[in-house]
């Protein structure tokens, strides 16, 4: 399989579980990402990984917590979310670390949509 | 505060026709501008970009324009063809700096109808 891809791609949770969500990519990048999309709002960027190291955490509430093993591999560990943290959860990965040259560009998984009840 | 700005959540444009989508900025220290797709139930993908050094940029029925005086680019679709019917998102890039300066905007919802 190419590209990015992501599990699961919806998923239901109260607000005492925990859950992860997982990203992978084939392209051989060496940077990792996770956005979050709420509705009618610009994509958030939450963590960046640049070769299996976090370099970016956007202030992100400590119920969410990333994990990154390897360059290829990007989970995103939830822990008594908020029905507000519900949104489309995008993972991508780019060749370098913020878009470093001009022609590198960041690849999106499909995203997995999270309903927090 | 946001940095990049669609100000038209959606777009209805005729097949055939010219699709004009838009963008405004507030800061001149962006060097490097991109559009992206995005389908329903998909993640989004890279469109085309832009260097702030240039006013345009062509790639077959896509082109950006970019107006830094005026702090706003522009992404014409001709002719606009059905499968254009996406999620347009408009980004700018901070130089050489870390990802969280790659900042989006909220998008714009192209319909083509025939």
């Known amino acids: 399989e190419t590209g990015v891809t992501q599990t699961p791609r919806h998923l239901v949770m109260g607000m005492t579980n925990k859950k992860s969500l997982k990203c992978e990519q084939h392209?051989?990048?060496?940077?990792m990402y996770w956005y979050k999309q709420s509705a009618k709002k610009p994509l958030e960027l939450m963590f960046v990984y640049n070769f299996k190291e976090q370099t970016e955490n956007n202030s992100v509430p400590s119920r969410f917590s990333p994990e990154c093993p390897n360059s290829s591999h990007l989970f995103l560990h939830l822990h008594t979310l908020q029905p507000e943290d519900s949104a489309l959860y995008l993972c991508?990965?780019?060749?370098?670390?913020?878009?470093?040259?001009?022609?590198?560009?960041?690849?999106f998984g499909p995203g997995t949509r999270l309903t927090v009840l | 505060d946001q940095q990049v700005k669609q100000n038209s959540p959606s777009l209805s444009v005729q097949e055939g026709r010219i699709s004009i989508l838009n963008c405004d900025y507030t800061?001149?220290?962006?060097?490097?501008f991109l559009w992206y797709k995005k389908y329903p139930a998909e993640g989004p993908t890279f469109l085309i970009s832009i260097s702030s050094i240039k006013d345009k940029n062509e790639d077959g029925r896509f082109t950006v324009f970019l107006n830094k005086s005026a702090k706003h680019l522009s992404l014409h679709i001709v002719p606009s063809q059905p499968g254009d019917s996406a999620v347009y998102f408009c980004?700018?890039?901070?130089?050489?700096?870390?990802?969280?300066?790659?900042?989006f905007g909220s998008g714009t919802r192209l319909s083509i109808r025939p």
């Open positions: 980004a700018a890039r901070l130089p050489y700096s870390s990802a969280s300066k790659i900042i």
């Open positions: 800061n001149s220290m962006f060097d490097y």
């Open positions: 392209l051989g990048h060496n940077a």
């Open positions: 991508a990965s780019s060749q370098y670390w913020g878009l470093a040259v001009s022609r590198d560009t960041q690849y």
